[in-house]
Nanobody
Framework: QGRLVESGGGLVQAGESLTLSCAAS????????VAWFRQAPTKGREFVAG????????HYADSLKDRFTISRDNTNNTIDLHINSLKPEDSAIYYC???????????????WGRGTQVTVFS
């Protein structure tokens, strides 16, 4: 059993920065890969970034890697996503997920949070 709770979303102006956090209640958290996805209205769930187990390798969606930074804290069981220079097209529900390895395929992840809404206005 596991539980993920996202926080940090909100209404922000284009050009600003934002940090999303995900608190994980998962046994042996450090042995899992973690990731952030996002989903805009009428679109599928999109991979944003992920980190493999331990202090493993990080992976980003090619179109987002310049502005997004993912990090994990295995002591406090948290996953952060820092977003710079927000754009209106970044508006979406952002979800954290935990699974075996980092992949862009949502179905490969075992645990999901309920998401946090980010809305960017210009």
């Amino acid at each position: 059993q596991g539980r993920l709770v996202e926080s940090g979303g909100g209404l922000v102006q284009a050009g600003e920065s934002l940090t999303l956090s995900c608190a994980a209640s998962i046994r042996l958290f450090s042995t899992y890969a973690v990731a952030w996805f996002r989903q805009a209205p009428t679109k599928g769930r999109e991979f944003v970034a992920g980190i493999n187990r331990g202090a493993g390798s990080t992976h980003y969606a090619d179109s987002l890697k310049d502005r997004f930074t993912i990090s994990r804290d295995n002591t406090n069981n948290t996953i952060d996503l820092h977003i710079n220079s927000l754009k209106p097209e970044d508006s979406a529900i952002y979800y954290c997920a935990v699974g075996g390895v980092v992949t862009s395929t949502p179905q490969r992840y075992t645990f999901w949070g309920r998401g946090t809404q980010v809305t960017v206005f210009s």
